[in-house]
């Protein structure tokens, strides 16, 4: 799979990405990360990607013109004409994918909260391009141009696009076959049934006068598999309870979160 992101600091980018599983990845080819310098796109003098904004107010707005012409570069087609040419209405998400014209993800705070059903969908995409903001912002036009996707990661605000970009290729690259060794995959899918991790214990046996739970070193593994979930469904509820309404419960699990939440309700009376 193919990311291209297009952003005014592609050493953080690519420094942020080429370690452990995802420079495994891109060593062995499965994916790659292609990081374009808006900046080398701009027709000024003086490299100037960002101009002061109409109507006043504080900061500065990243210019359309070298995110388009960036743009172009990496898809190597060239953008409709605008007013006279163009429709002047941009494609969706949905039409991008019918036409099957590349998506373009802009990270910004007001997107889609991404989530890791988000992560597993971008995945089936062969090529992806994200666009990394700046300053106070993008020229509305060029959004409405070219963007199929708007994604957050969450509700705080951050000085750019590239960490929220980073995560995302993170996560998404983990989903494509071939990034995950067998093993590795089948942590991430225990964790994809939907309930937190488990909590995990190395040696040595007893650190700091804590002992590592007795079933743990039993070899019994219908027992520690039991013990996982049980786990599992303690820190969900703990943590994130509202995660518990999409979960499918075996028989014998379903029955320990019943007694769980009875337990609970009789503490708080
Ligand atoms: N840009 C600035 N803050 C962001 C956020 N929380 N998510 C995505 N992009 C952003």
Redesign the pocket.
């Known amino acids: 799979m193919k990311f291209h992101v297009m952003t005014l600091f592609p050493e953080m980018v690519e420094q942020g990405l080429h370690t452990s599983i995802l420079g495994r990845a891109m060593d062995a080819g499965i994916i790659s990360v292609n990081t374009v310098n808006i900046r080398d796109y701009s027709e000024d003098k003086h490299r100037h990607v960002d101009d002061y904004p109409y109507g006043g107010g504080a900061g500065m707005v990243m210019a359309a013109e070298p995110i388009a012409k960036c743009y172009e570069a990496i898809t190597g087609t060239s953008l409709p004409a605008g007013e006279n040419g163009g429709d002047g209405v941009s494609e969706n998400e949905a039409q991008a994918v019918a036409s099957k014209r590349t998506r373009v993800v802009y990270?910004?705070?007001w997107?889609r909260v991404f989530n890791q059903d988000m992560a597993k969908e971008f995945a089936a995409e062969e090529e992806l391009i994200f666009l990394c903001g700046h300053y106070e912002g993008v020229d509305e036009r060029i959004l409405e141009e070219i963007v199929t996707d708007y994604?957050?990661?969450?509700d705080?605000?951050?000085s750019?696009?590239e960490l929220?970009a980073m995560v995302m290729i993170d996560a998404i690259a983990r989903m494509v076959p071939g990034v995950l060794t067998n093993e590795e995959s089948g942590e991430t899918e225990s964790f994809m049934n939907g309930l937190l991790e488990y909590p995990q214990y190395t040696r040595p046996e007893t650190w700091n006068g804590k002992a590592v739970p007795e079933v743990l070193l039993s070899g019994h593994h219908a027992k520690i598999a039991e013990w996982r979930m049980q786990r599992s469904i303690d820190r969900t509820v703990q943590y994130r309870p509202e995660l518990m309404d999409g979960v499918e419960l075996d028989k014998k699990s379903a029955k320990y979160y019943k007694e769980l939440l009875a337990s609970r309700k009789k503490e708080e009376e």
Do not use: Q
């Open positions: 990270l910004t705070p997107g994604v957050s990661i969450g705080y605000v951050l750019g696009g929220p």
